[in-house]
């Protein structure tokens, strides 16, 4: 079982930064996938970043990409997403994810608001 805390959300004006952060409790192995997703009321949860817990590869979703990064801290059992140059469509509850084959864990999620 894991347990994943997201903290960092918040408030900005666009073109600001926010870094989100991820803890997760409990065994992370290497096989696990760490992600990041968002979601805004009346739609779907869509997908933002992953990164490998082993081997550090990164995929993106290409409205975030050049803008966000995505990374793991393995002694911390933390995972991070540096927002850059934040837009008003950014603007969602940001959830945390770790799959491990086909079994999904989530955070709480943490609000990000950016005004325009």
């Known amino acids: 079982q894991v347990q994943l805390v997201e903290s960092g959300g918040g408030l900005v004006q666009a073109g600001e930064s926010l870094r989100l952060s991820c803890t997760a409790s409990?065994?992370?192995?290497?096989?696990?996938?760490m992600g990041w997703f968002r979601q805004v009321p009346g739609k779907e949860r869509e997908f933002v970043a992953t990164?490998?817990?082993?081997?550090?590869?990164?995929y993106y979703a290409d409205s975030v990409k050049g803008r966000f990064t995505i990374s793991r801290d393995n002694a911390k059992n933390t995972v991070y997403l540096q927002m850059n140059s934040l837009k008003s469509e950014d603007t969602a509850v940001y959830f945390c994810?770790?799959?491990?084959?086909?079994?999904?864990?989530w955070g709480q999620g943490t609000q990000v608001t950016v005004s325009s």
């Open positions: 990164i490998r817990w082993s081997g550090g590869i990164t």
């Open positions: 409990g065994r992370i192995f290497s096989s696990y996938v």
């Open positions: 994810n770790a799959r491990l084959f086909t079994t999904d864990y």
